[in-house]
């Protein structure tokens, strides 16, 4: 009978404990120590690969949750051999090893052409494929719309089919694109939300700069998703030198609430946020 007693509150404990778990995943993360340190993604940088060993090194002291190499890299001479030995450098150290691929007018079908031949090409090497995509620097992004919409569509119905390849080869599927992007409203919700439907993760490009300085006015909800994500703020991929990169960084941590499926920022494998004690 005593334990007949009991059942009744513990399954209130348990249930308030679950309730707590699921409102805690995606709350706001307010220890800024902790993410004044989370630089737990590098880029690799054609200037980072001259230093020999450097990269090797880079990530046994750093210990990152994933490195990223950028698909035009592979296409150096000198580089021929790269995958092999990045892929046995990040077996050993337990870190995620992602392919970039992309350019600005990569979305919908030639998305998916694109994408699916780099998995074919190197999925034995890779844990996954991030396609980065700026539709805003090619020349049929307008500012009407009815044209953005369409791009945007088509960027998901690419992420889509994408997506489903990814799986088929137990592979991860990452999309990154501007991160004012997520302004615009998807077809059920915001846009970034809509491409948590089919990817893996986001990144989010910092390819504005001076945007940053008005986010707290202009109240951009970019980063309130529920699906994990990054925030790049490598140098090649925002034309930002160190100085401009710092700037961006404190700003984001001072103006930004961030969740806890935050998952990192990504920098440059030769940016001095990286290798400074190295």
């Given at each position: 009978?005593?334990?007949?007693?009991?059942?009744?509150?513990?399954?209130?404990?348990?249930?308030?404990?679950?309730?707590?778990?699921?409102?805690?995943?995606?709350?706001?993360?307010?220890?800024?120590?902790?993410?004044?340190?989370?630089?737990?993604?590098?880029?690799?940088?054609?200037?980072?690969?001259?230093?020999?060993?450097?990269?090797?090194?880079?990530?046994?002291?750093?210990?990152?949750?994933?490195?990223?190499?950028?698909?035009?890299?592979?296409?150096?001479?000198?580089?021929?051999?790269?995958?092999?030995?990045?892929?046995?450098?990040?077996?050993?150290?337990?870190?995620?090893?992602?392919?970039?691929?992309?350019?600005?007018?990569?979305?919908?079908?030639?998305?998916?052409?694109?994408?699916?031949?780099?998995?074919?090409?190197?999925?034995?090497?890779?844990?996954?494929?991030?396609?980065?995509?700026?539709?805003?620097?090619?020349?049929?992004?307008?500012?009407?719309?009815?044209i953005k919409t369409q791009i945007l569509n088509l960027m998901l119905d690419g992420y889509s089919v994408i997506y489903?390849?990814?799986?088929?080869?137990?592979?991860?599927?990452?999309?990154?694109?501007?991160?004012?992007?997520?302004?615009?409203?998807?077809?059920?919700?915001?846009?970034?939300?809509?491409?948590?439907?089919?990817?893996?993760?986001?990144?989010?490009?910092?390819?504005?700069?001076?945007?940053?300085?008005?986010?707290?006015?202009?109240?951009?909800?970019?980063?309130?998703?529920?699906?994990?994500?990054?925030?790049?703020?490598?140098k090649r991929a925002t034309s930002q030198d160190e100085d401009t990169l710092k700037d961006t960084y404190e700003k984001?941590?001072?103006?930004?609430?961030?969740?806890?499926?935050?998952?990192?920022?990504?920098?440059?494998?030769?940016?001095?946020?990286?290798?400074?004690?190295?």
């Amino acid at each position: 009978m005593e334990y007949k007693n009991l059942i009744l509150p513990l399954l209130l404990i348990q249930a308030l404990l679950f309730n707590n778990y699921a409102y805690g995943k995606f709350k706001s993360n307010t220890d800024k120590n902790y993410l004044l340190t989370d630089l737990t993604h590098i880029n690799i940088t054609k200037s980072s690969l001259k230093k020999k060993n450097y990269i090797k090194k880079l990530i046994h002291e750093k210990r990152p949750k994933a490195v990223y190499l950028e698909q035009w890299l592979l296409f150096e001479p000198e580089n021929k051999n790269l995958l092999k030995k990045l892929r046995k450098v990040t077996k050993k150290t337990n870190t995620k090893f992602y392919l970039v691929i992309g350019k600005n007018f990569w979305f919908g079908r030639r998305a998916v052409d694109n994408a699916i031949e780099a998995y074919n090409l190197y999925e034995k090497y890779i844990d996954g494929i991030v396609l980065r995509v700026e539709p805003n620097k090619s020349n049929v992004w307008k500012e009407d719309a009815s044209i953005k919409t369409q791009i945007l569509n088509l960027m998901l119905d690419g992420y889509s089919v994408i997506y489903k390849e990814a799986k088929k080869r137990n592979k991860s599927f990452i999309a990154e694109f501007p991160f004012w992007f997520s302004d615009f409203k998807g077809p059920f919700k915001i846009f970034s939300e809509d491409v948590c439907s089919y990817a893996d993760k986001i990144v989010f490009l910092i390819d504005k700069p001076e945007r940053i300085d008005d986010l707290d006015k202009e109240k951009i909800e970019w980063n309130k998703i529920t699906c994990p994500y990054n925030i790049n703020l490598t140098k090649r991929a925002t034309s930002q030198d160190e100085d401009t990169l710092k700037d961006t960084y404190e700003k984001l941590n001072k103006k930004l609430t961030f969740y806890s499926n935050f998952n990192g920022y990504l920098i440059d494998a030769d940016s001095d946020f990286t290798s400074d004690d190295l």
